[in-house]
């Protein structure tokens, strides 16, 4: 047995995967902190204690993300577009384009018959369209990010939003709840404007089917199903999308 590990370092979250002849065994989920490495650290512990495994099991560590080149103890370190590619081509061999949004990028990754990356698409100069973009609207209508895809579901037709700058964006909440306009159709307008600009990157990138999404904002429903409307395609999402880089990073950690 090859007991392999991967750790994937986030804007907001920090992520361990364990996986053991390339099955998962254990997986933790932190909140970043201003020392990486020692939530690096802390999150592997508890990936290996859910794995019932210990350190000197390990046969390689991989780390990736942003934060990468802070885990000194790691083996290798690797990008977060390879990780996430491997990521999702273990869960689904057949998928060419993955959409990944994060809590400070989001990406847009082809991928060939293996499975290795053909091209990206990356938007990583601010956070318009990512998972700090929904936390800074999510406090501007005082509900939890959370509740957000399922608010969103509620509503018939999404607000206009018309700036993808954070800032700006959340001038235009503030205005719209004095207006007295619905939250739910708010915060449609939101999903819809973050899937308008991911969808444009999907294009220049020439995405093809099947698509799969990862990352922490996969979980909201409310974007997934605008991203579906806007693609005019099905995306697949996994269990749990917000440790497909890390799961890449330890399968990778076995290569």
Same mark, same amino acid.
């Given at each position: 047995m090859i007991l392999t590990a991967g750790i994937d370092i986030g804007s907001?979250?920090?992520?361990?995967?364990?996986?053991?002849?390339?099955?998962?065994?254990g997986a933790a989920v932190l909140k970043s902190s201003v020392d990486g490495e020692a939530t690096a650290r802390t999150a592997l512990q508890e990936a290996l204690?859910?794995?019932g495994f210990k350190e000197d099991d390990l046969a390689g560590i991989v780390a990736t993300g942003y934060g990468r080149i802070r885990v000194s103890f790691a083996r290798r370190r690797i990008t977060e577009i390879t990780c996430h590619a491997r990521g999702i081509y273990h869960l689904w061999p057949d998928? &060419?384009? +993955?959409?990944?949004?994060?809590?400070?990028?989001?990406?847009?990754?082809?991928?060939?018959? $293996? @499975?290795?990356?053909?091209?990206?698409?990356?938007?990583?100069?601010?956070?318009?369209?990512t998972g700090r973009f929904l936390e800074v609207m999510a406090n501007a209508l005082e509900v939890p990010v959370k509740e957000m895809g399922r608010l969103s579901l509620e509503a018939v037709q999404g607000a206009n939003i018309s700036s993808m700058c954070t800032v700006f964006a959340e001038t235009e909440v503030v205005s719209l709840v004095a207006e007295g306009r619905p939250v739910p159709e708010i915060i449609k307008g939101l999903h819809n404007?973050?899937?308008? &600009?991911? +969808?444009?990157?999907?294009?220049?990138a020439g995405w093809e089917e099947p698509v799969a999404m990862? $990352? @922490?904002?996969?979980?909201?429903?409310?974007?997934?199903?605008?991203?579906?409307?806007?693609l005019g395609a099905s995306i697949r999402v996994p269990p749990d999308p917000q440790i497909i880089g890390a799961l890449g990073a330890a399968l990778l950690a076995a290569e």
């Open positions: 907001l979250t920090t992520k361990a995967v364990v996986v053991a002849d390339g099955q998962l065994q204690s859910r794995a998928v &060419r384009t +993955v959409i990944d949004i994060g809590g400070q990028d989001s990406k847009v990754i082809l991928l060939d018959e $293996g @499975g290795r990356v053909r091209d990206f698409v990356m938007n990583e100069k601010c956070a318009a369209g404007a973050i899937a308008q &600009r991911v +969808v444009a990157m999907a294009q220049r990862t $990352g @922490g904002v996969a979980k909201n429903l409310g974007v997934v199903k605008s991203l579906e409307e806007q």
